[in-house]
């Protein structure tokens, strides 16, 4: 089965920039969707087809995807952004999310 | 606003069965997918299975772990979807996430705790 490789945790310093790797086989060829979630709440959607942000993200949330890592990125990182986040991919109609990274804003 | 509210949770034994009811409104329910996605106590996101609308044929789609034992299902007339759960085991123990979207999981309803134990 597909599998989708996130690292377990990223610490950050409030105004720096966040970047978390999400990898998997061919995953360039893919769109990718990331996804926050803080303590007791649901998941919200922060980016989608790999670089799109919904509506209401702030814009210091982007994306990148390039060969088989894509990226989520948080430029000048705030403390109301420490929270799981996880990369979605689908393959052969089944949707995969890897496994979540902790970001810590120190 | 869209709003997705999860309903039927509760504890069950062991190979028992439950349906999980997901009332939706704010958004076209009849043209869109909707999916179920689970969390256990402490661990990432697992997708369990979505339904399509209509126009496709409400075409239905599992992962492997619970191919054959769940079910999705849908009532347009009511805007809501359901999750029939069956021969339930303990490691299916989870939150379990209502969410509407076709290929994009955009709005998540806030989950209901499904506890399976003896």
């Known amino acids: 089965s597909y599998e989708l490789t996130q690292p377990p945790s990223v610490s950050v310093s409030p105004g720096q920039t966040a970047s978390i790797a999400c990898s998997g086989d061919?995953?360039?060829?893919?769109?990718v969707c990331w996804y926050q979630q803080k303590p007791g709440q649901s998941p919200v959607l922060v980016i989608y087809?790999?670089?799109k942000r919904p509506s209401g993200i702030p814009e210091r949330f982007s994306g990148s995807n390039s060969g088989n890592t894509v990226t989520l990125t948080i430029s000048g990182t705030q403390a109301m952004d420490e929270a799981d986040y996880y990369c979605?991919?689908?393959?052969?109609?089944?949707?995969?999310f890897g496994g979540g990274t902790k970001l810590t804003v120190l | 606003e869209v709003q997705l509210v999860e309903s039927g949770g509760g504890l069950v034994q062991p190979g028992g069965s439950l349906k999980l009811s997901c009332a939706a409104s704010?958004?076209?329910?009849?043209?869109?997918?909707m999916h179920w996605v689970r969390q256990a106590s402490g661990k990432g996101l697992e997708w369990v299975g979505r339904?399509?609308?209509?126009?496709?044929?409400?075409?239905?789609a599992y992962v492997a772990s619970v191919r054959g034992r769940f079910t999705i299902s849908r009532d347009d007339g009511k805007n809501t979807a359901y999750l029939q759960m069956n021969s339930l085991k303990t490691e299916d123990t989870a939150v379990y996430y209502c969410?509407?979207?076709?290929?994009?999981?955009?709005?998540w309803g806030q989950g209901t705790l499904v506890t399976v134990s003896s």
């Open positions: 969410i509407y979207g076709e290929y994009v999981l955009d709005y």
């Open positions: 704010g958004f076209t329910f009849s043209g869109s997918a």
């Open positions: 339904i399509r609308s209509e126009v496709d044929s409400y075409a239905t």
């Open positions: 061919k995953l360039g060829g893919k769109y």
């Open positions: 087809q790999n670089t």
């Open positions: 979605q991919a689908w393959d052969s109609n089944i949707l995969v």
